[in-house]
């Protein structure tokens, strides 16, 4: 879509702002007389002095009646051979209310007439311009034409061929379908993108073409055409006179959001809408047929907003410093100097139609197109400035959405982090107070036995056991261990742990010997020292526990030896094997035994750290958790 806008622009821009014929006019001298009361005669303005002018004439919004003063050279005109017979006057804008013509060769008791404000077949030669046809003479000649409008009194009259004319027209005509299919174009954009976005901003640019598009079906005269079997011409005047109402409103409220982006200064957005409060006043007068006082004010407003809306962006915040603003939640997306060269660019465009029709300079013919050449070429500019900003726009929900999905995964981390301290001092406050009631008792007897003391050193073994787990699950879990290979005697660790166990005659060493790991010998000891006093605490007093020793390459890629530490189910019972390995869990039955819960927990992520893992694998009679580490 944006290819064929981009080159709808390009054709309809060069076309638009080129002179409206490539023929030559026939008009060879333009003078004009203006009459204040409206009330004179032809025979009066014939003795009156006129003054001359060139081209386009622009006296602004008057009450008198303009007099134009036309000589037609017939020299001018093709070769003798192919003369015409007849020209025609083409008369341009569309809008003026009533054009008489006065011709020496073709006298009549009522001048032939022509204007938006009498019947389209009022025109001798019909198309989107005003026309009369007039006899080509002999010997150079002069016309009378009487223009009395209530809109800006714009006048550009051409003395064209037949053939001249006709080609003119058929140029007309493929501006005026190129400029109107990119304003569909610019619509079907809109309408399609606010679908996707539900911006606010696309929904004003919609209404704002579609109103756009309405003008210029009026300023161009296809309203007239297609119209004036419908209505009164009077109510069609009406009807073009107030497409410029909504157009200009749907313009202030889009710029008004655009700029609400920025910080804008209070003083500027009140300005903005003082003067969308103005144009409802505007329509009544329209209303009441007190137009031209309606009209001149809408011309002004069309002069003043683009210096003000400019104004305002020279006077907003730029990127930077929304970023620094406390307030700001993220910077606009479109920056300050795309925003300020936009309306720059806009006050350029509007400039040469709106000061000849308030008759404070000379007007060109490209001026008769310069409202449509505004639609196009903000439509075209906006629509890029809005992909963009969409572009902006989504990549700031991205960056919303990832902060906010970090901020929810932080917030999840916390709670979760909160939830474990609370078990944490749940499970010391639990299974430390055995051991303090110990040692309280130990402290307070008068006579200490031997069994009291063994009391005593167990409580205080079973407390330097939990606060050692703590710790060692505090260095994992801050990612604090770092594991250091060597070579490692199996057999050796094992009859080290057996020898430094509480119960050495409890624990059976079983299965292949001469093992050797190439691992971390102090994280080996943890994860051992951890299985063999989980089984000595949670078995049958006095039984035996069995550590089985055995090859197997059944767990991994690599050679690995695989360690079974079992025995027989205690008081605490068998444990729930979808949660043994999880942390601070144990066994309801399990607390007449101190423990942190974390032992297995331990042992599940020192094996994953050692390259290794442990599964529980529990027979018919035995609790069995199998150790598999590589060679």
């Known amino acids: 879509m944006f290819i064929s806008i981009f080159r709808l622009f390009l054709v309809a821009f060069l076309c638009a702002a080129a002179p409206c014929s490539w023929a030559a006019d026939h008009i060879v001298e333009r003078a004009y007389f203006e009459d204040p009361g409206g009330r004179l005669t032809l025979a009066e303005v014939q003795a009156k002095p006129l003054t001359p002018y060139v081209g386009m004439l622009s006296r602004g919004y008057t009450q008198s009646a303009i007099w134009l003063r036309l000589t037609i050279d017939p020299k001018q005109s093709a070769a003798a051979s192919n003369m015409p017979a007849t020209l025609v006057l083409r008369v341009r804008p569309t809008v003026l209310d009533e054009i ?5 060769l073709q006298p009549m008791a009522t001048p032939r007439v022509v204007g938006d404000r009498h019947p389209w077949s009022n025109n001798e030669y019909q198309s989107l311009n005003f026309n009369f046809v007039i006899p080509l003479s002999d010997a150079s000649r002069v016309v009378w034409l009487r223009l009395k409008t209530s809109s800006s009194s714009l006048i550009l009259v051409e003395a064209l061929t037949p ?9 007309t005509e493929l501006i005026y379908s190129v400029l109107i299919a990119a304003q569909l ?3 079907a954009w809109a309408f399609i993108n606010w679908f996707t976005t539900r911006d606010r901003l696309v929904v004003a640019f919609f209404a704002k073409q579609l109103a756009i598009s309405f003008y210029v079906l009026a300023f161009t005269g296809y309203f007239r055409i297609f119209l004036s079997d419908l209505m009164p011409a009077i109510w069609l005047d009406k009807l073009t006179s107030l497409t410029f109402m909504p157009a200009l409103g749907a313009a202030i409220v889009f710029d008004y959001l655009l700029l609400r982006e920025y910080s804008p200064p209070r003083w500027g957005m009140r300005a903005l809408l003082l003067s969308l409060a103005i144009l409802p006043f505007e329509v009544v007068l329209i209303s009441l047929d007190i137009v031209q006082p309606a009209l001149q004010t809408h011309m002004l407003l069309n002069l003043i907003l683009p210096l003000l809306v400019f104004g305002i962006a020279i006077s907003v915040k730029g990127s930077r410093a929304v970023e620094r603003s406390i307030d700001s939640v993220q910077p606009p997306p479109l920056t300050k100097a795309i925003l300020v060269s936009y309306y720059l660019l806009i006050i350029l465009i509007m400039s040469p139609l709106t000061l000849p029709n308030l008759g404070l300079m000379q007007g060109y013919d490209f001026a008769i197109n310069s409202y449509m050449i505004y639609g196009l070429v903000s439509g075209t500019l906006m ?6 900003r969409s572009y902006r726009l989504t990549q700031s929900r991205l960056v919303l959405q990832k902060d906010l999905a970090m901020s929810q995964r932080q917030t999840e981390l916390e709670h979760q982090k909160s939830l474990e301290q609370a078990q944490f001092m749940s ?4 299974e430390l107070k055995t051991p303090l009631s110990v040692m309280h008792m130990a402290l307070g007897s008068t006579a200490l036995t031997p069994d009291l003391v063994a009391h005593a050193n167990k409580a205080v073994l079973d407390m330097n056991s939990v606060i050692e787990r703590c710790l060692q699950v505090d260095k994992l879990d801050d990612r604090q261990v770092q594991v250091q290979t060597r070579m490692v005697a199996l057999d050796a660790e094992l009859h080290d742990l057996q020898r430094n166990s509480p119960d050495p005659e409890r624990i059976q060493l079983d299965g292949q010997t001469g093992m050797v790991l190439h691992t971390d010998a102090q994280l080996l000891r943890i994860v051992l020292a951890n299985l063999v006093d989980n089984a000595l605490k949670y078995s049958v007093p006095a039984s035996v526990v069995t550590v089985v020793v055995a090859t197997d390459d059944a767990l ?3 050679p690995g030896v695989s360690l079974v530490v ?3 189910p205690g008081v605490a019972g068998w444990p729930n094997a979808t949660r043994v390995f999880q942390k601070y869990y144990r066994n309801p039955q399990a607390h ?3 423990g942190s819960g974390l032992g297995l927990y331990l042992v599940s992520s020192l094996a994953r750290l050692l390259g290794g893992e442990v599964r529980y694998t529990p027979d018919e009679t035995h609790v069995r958790f199998t150790l598999w580490l590589p060679h």
């Open 592 to 594: 007449h035994q101190t």
């Open 163 to 171: 053939q001249e004319n006709a080609q003119g027209d058929r140029r």
């Open 427 to 430: 499970m010391l406050a639990h």
């Open 556 to 558: 991994g890629a690599r």
């Open 566 to 568: 079992q025995n027989i």
């Open 100 to 104: 008489a013509l006065f011709d020496p």
């Open 383 to 388: 629509i890029i400035l809005l992909q963009f």
């Open 185 to 187: 174009l610019f619509i």
